[in-house]
């Protein structure tokens, strides 16, 4: 019998979204609920589990928890990456890492909901009606209005399509964004500076790196127009979260959205939670039911691969 750990079932639907009935015939599935608040903790809680599966940057797994879970022998990751794992390290112990299927296109939809709410203070208007009030704000249009994308991949590209049937232009940077790729969605490659200029709604869809952690910081929020807002579904260190915070507090630029932060879950006490002009959720991109089937699905498919000695979706260092 195998031990298979499910962490960070936030909403508690983990074994129901998937059939884990063949698994849980033969091994023992434990699920976690709760965030971990130290790595003490993880080890605590997992010690003697064979088998680990993680939803994306959630729960971190780097080399010194690896080290410290000796019985580890499979982790499953649900997506075809998770910048939270150590990859070299997990293979470097003997840990196979295993991924699922990213539907993906539930973080660009969100990304929209995001826009539209800045754009008409949906969020702000909501909490002035349940309090009695009526009409507190002037929302604006997004036809006509120009989107500027940081990073124009599946989901930026996603993105671009959307606000194009918004009747967007849609102007788009990436480190390595070539011609031909802007052709294929309609986007106008431009520099980064002048993406931040030019842009009523700055929206970023890179993978965060090396080269991106802190990509926009108080050089970058100052060159964009007051008028603009800015929207993160993507991860929080590539928005210096200190630079924003005053770029917000002193109403250098109209506002922004925030769905991912440096440190998740955001603490009860964190600044951003009392900033104005922001419209912070919490880490919902992914969240829907019928990604969260895709990915507890293939969880399943993992395991039994493994177990099979047929691993899928392995995920290389």
């Known amino acids: 019998m195998v031990a298979i750990a499910i962490l960070d079932d936030y909403q508690q639907v983990a074994l129901k979204m998937a059939d884990w009935s063949r698994l849980q015939a033969d091994h023992k599935i434990t699920v976690f609920h709760e965030p971990f608040p130290d790595e003490d903790a993880v080890v605590r809680a997992l010690a003697g589990f064979e088998v680990v599966c993680l939803m994306r940057e ?83 249009d997004l036809r006509g209005k120009t989107l500027g994308l940081i990073g124009l991949g599946r989901l930026g590209g996603a993105v671009a399509k959307f606000g194009q049937a918004f009747g967007m232009k849609v102007i788009a940077w990436s480190q390595n964004l070539t011609e031909q790729r802007c052709q294929e969605v309609g986007a106008e490659k431009v520099t980064k500076d002048d993406l931040l200029r030019r842009a009523d709604f700055v929206s970023i869809h890179t993978r965060l790196s090396d080269r991106t952690r802190g990509l926009i910081g108080s050089r970058e929020l100052g060159l964009m127009k007051p008028t603009a807002y800015l929207i993160n579904t993507s991860r929080g260190p590539i928005v210096d979260e200190a630079a924003l915070i005053s770029a917000l507090n002193e109403g250098r630029i109209a506002g922004a959205a925030l769905d991912v932060y440096a440190r998740e879950p955001l603490p009860a006490d964190h600044p951003l939670r009392s900033t104005p002009r922001v419209l912070l959720t919490p880490h919902l991109g992914y969240v829907t039911e019928e990604t969260y089937r895709v990915f507890y699905a293939g969880m399943v498919q993992a395991i039994e691969g493994w177990l099979a000695g047929k691993p899928v979706n392995v995920i290389e260092p």
């Open 58 to 140: 959630r729960t971190p797994f780097p080399a010194s928890l690896i080290e410290r879970l000796p019985e580890l022998r499979l982790i499953v990751t649900s997506g075809s990456r998770n910048a939270a794992i150590d990859i070299a390290a997990a293979s470097k112990r003997g840990v196979l890492v295993c991924g699922t299927e990213t539907p993906g296109h539930s973080t660009a939809e969100l990304t929209m909901g995001l826009m539209l709410s800045l754009a008409r203070s949906i969020h702000s208007e909501a909490a002035a009606m349940r309090a009695g009030g009526w009409q507190t704000t002037i929302g604006r």
